[in-house]
């Protein structure tokens, strides 16, 4: 029996070169080896995406660019969160035991929150303590509203992943916490009800060093909300614009200089994309004061671009065979309800919730 891999991506919008470095490459890459499991996470989308057109579109987009990447939907399950009632069904039956003030801790839940409510942090006109946000939390001087799903989206996740049995969990950093509560809440239902229902989860990084892809604006991380990202679809023409554009600095001053952020940056994607023997030709340019960026950006435009290509050229190509992709998340879905289904059945015994 082969370990069960479980991961998914909220239909957000278009995949970058984060998510296919930081999670979709890595996917591709164990589908042989196990049991894999990997979703459109369209419910979790809900909780901040409010324009049904946009999540519609959304929803097929990273279906295309996950089976353009290379998942195979005869290797690995492929299925739309929602396509799966019993994971809405465990999601009310799970929060009986999940405590709203565990839920209102986790870093996530703050972040989203406070942007809902516009109290943003750093801001110094901003009144951003804890007292405020509480304040506002509960409604006692906005209008503003942070909707309950953004509370329970930990709840939801932890669903996802129990109710396949997931043991085996490939997400990034930001997702840990999330991770840490799943394997809580396993721990908790287990033990209140005395059963060994749910094996605890654990973060999984396929034994490679974990990827950061930074943005091009000089910052540390490429990110849909930061708006610096070069998406796989992206068209050439674009995309050389979006590099050449990327943030330097004045140049090395003098042999051997460290490297401000926006150019090591560079160097990072280079290495992440280029060939060593073009890597090394850079950094001897910029050791030896010869580099000129423009050629450095080039080149990585042309290196980035053999990447994206191929998978731009096949997401176009399966969007237009809408027969293809009903196939594939029908029969997914008949898996993952399979499994879902006898868990949730599971829980809903072992609840007490029992035919007469
Ligand atoms: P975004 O931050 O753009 O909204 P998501 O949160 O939807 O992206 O991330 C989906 C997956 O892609 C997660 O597993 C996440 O860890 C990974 N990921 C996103 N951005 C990056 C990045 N810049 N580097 C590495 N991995 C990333
Ligand atoms: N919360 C994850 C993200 O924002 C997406 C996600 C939802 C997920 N359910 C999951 C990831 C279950 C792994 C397992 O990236």
Redesign the pocket.
């Known amino acids: 029996m082969k370990e069960i891999v479980l991961s998914g991506?909220?239909s957000?919008g278009n995949l970058?070169l984060?998510?296919y470095?930081?999670?979709l490459r890595k996917f591709v890459n164990i589908q042989d080896d196990y049991d894999c499991n990997f979703f459109i996470a369209d419910l979790h989308a809900l909780t901040t995406s409010t324009d049904p057109a946009a999540l519609h579109a959304s929803v097929k987009s990273v279906l295309a660019e996950y089976l353009a990447a290379g998942i195979d939907p005869e290797k690995a399950t492929i299925f739309i969160q929602s396509d799966i009632p019993e994971i809405s069904e465990m999601y009310l039956l799970l929060n009986m035991h999940v405590g709203i003030g565990e839920l209102m801790r986790t870093a996530s839940f703050k972040d989203k929150a406070r942007k809902a409510l516009g109290i943003a942090t750093g801001d110094s006109q901003a009144d951003d303590s804890e007292e405020a946000f509480e304040r506002e939390i509960i409604g006692a001087s906005t209008n503003k509203r942070v909707n309950a799903g953004l509370l329970t989206y930990p709840t939801l996740m932890a669903v996802d992943i129990l109710i396949q049995k997931a043991t085996k969990v490939p997400?990034?950093k930001?997702?840990l916490q999330h991770l840490e509560l799943t394997r809580r809440f396993a721990r908790r239902f287990n033990s209140f009800y005395g059963v060994d229902l749910f094996p605890e989860p654990t973060d999984f990084d396929f034994g490679g060093a974990p990827?950061?892809?930074p943005g091009l604006d000089g910052s540390g991380?490429?990110?849909?909300?930061e708006g610096n990202c070069i998406y796989l679809t992206d068209d050439p023409k674009v995309l050389r614009k979006k590099v050449m554009r990327a943030t330097t600095d004045e140049g090395p001053q003098a042999p051997n200089s460290p490297m401000s952020e926006p150019v090591a940056n560079l160097f990072t994607l280079l290495e992440l994309t280029s060939t060593p023997e073009v890597v090394t030709h850079f950094r001897d340019a910029y050791a030896d004061c010869s580099i000129r960026y423009g050629d450095l950006k080039k080149q990585l435009a042309e290196d980035i671009l053999a990447v994206t290509t191929p998978i731009r050229e096949r997401v176009s190509d399966i969007l237009a065979n809408e027969d293809y992709l009903r196939r594939v998340v029908r029969d997914g879905a008949e898996r993952a309800r399979a499994r879902a289904s006898e868990t949730l059945k599971e829980v809903r015994h072992i609840m007490g919730i029992r035919p007469l």
């Not at 991380?221 to 909300?225: A, H, L, N, R, T």
């Open positions: 991506i909220r957000t970058h984060g998510n470095y930081g999670a997400v990034g930001d997702q990827v950061k892809v991380k490429m990110g849909k909300s």
